[in-house]
């Protein structure tokens, strides 16, 4: 099993939604986060003051997949995250050791 991380622009998050689910992978987490990377924040007009916000509004996903949906997942989302403007995101994977549905106990492939 394999979990992804993916911090995305926000209005791409039913783009993104919307591909994993035409792939089968139907739970997703999303997180409203605020972050900067290369593109440093942004610069906001406040009552005709010009203001540098550090921090800009995204969306961190997180998607549990099995192995063999791995590969496949991450290439939709990044397709579907992609505008081709800085500040698009990051993604991150690593492996799950175990996954527990609480409900009924089933474990690692057959909880996702």
């Known amino acids: 099993m394999q979990m992804i991380e993916v911090v995305i622009k926000p209005y791409k998050l039913d783009d993104v939604k919307n591909a994993l689910s035409r792939l089968g992978i ?61 500040g698009d995101g990051k993604l991150f994977t690593y492996p799950i050791s175990k996954a527990i549905r609480i409900r009924t106990g089933e474990e690692n492939d057959v909880a996702l």
């Open 26 to 86: 139907l739970g997703v987490t999303a997180i409203e986060v605020k972050g900067f990377g290369r593109q440093k924040g942004h610069t906001e007009r406040y009552r005709g003051n010009r203001m540098d916000v550090g921090f800009v509004p995204k969306v961190l996903l997180k998607v549990a997949v099995k192995d063999e949906d791995a590969d496949k997942a991450v290439e939709t989302i990044v397709a579907n995250a992609r505008t081709g403007d800085i």
